[in-house]
């Protein structure tokens, strides 16, 4: 894969070549690869281009009412 696009991402948390990690509503998007870069994020949407190699999606812990 040379070109990903995602929808519905709140903000990339981490960056770099090999691995970049998106914030997704209730998810965190973990795409793999190589020579890995953002072309693009705007209104949510971001375009990854590269050697797309894995994706990996996690489920995020969800705090209680109490904010813990």
Do not use: P
């Amino acid at each position: 894969l040379r070109e990903l696009t995602v929808n519905g991402c709140a903000r990339i948390l981490f960056y770099s070549e090999s691995e970049i990690k998106l914030s997704l509503k209730e998810y965190v998007l973990t795409i793999k690869g190589e020579e890995l870069y953002c072309a693009s994020f705007y209104n949510g949407a971001v375009r990854v281009d590269g050697q797309i190699s894995a994706l990996n999606f996690e489920g995020r812990a969800r705090e209680n009412k109490d904010g813990k």
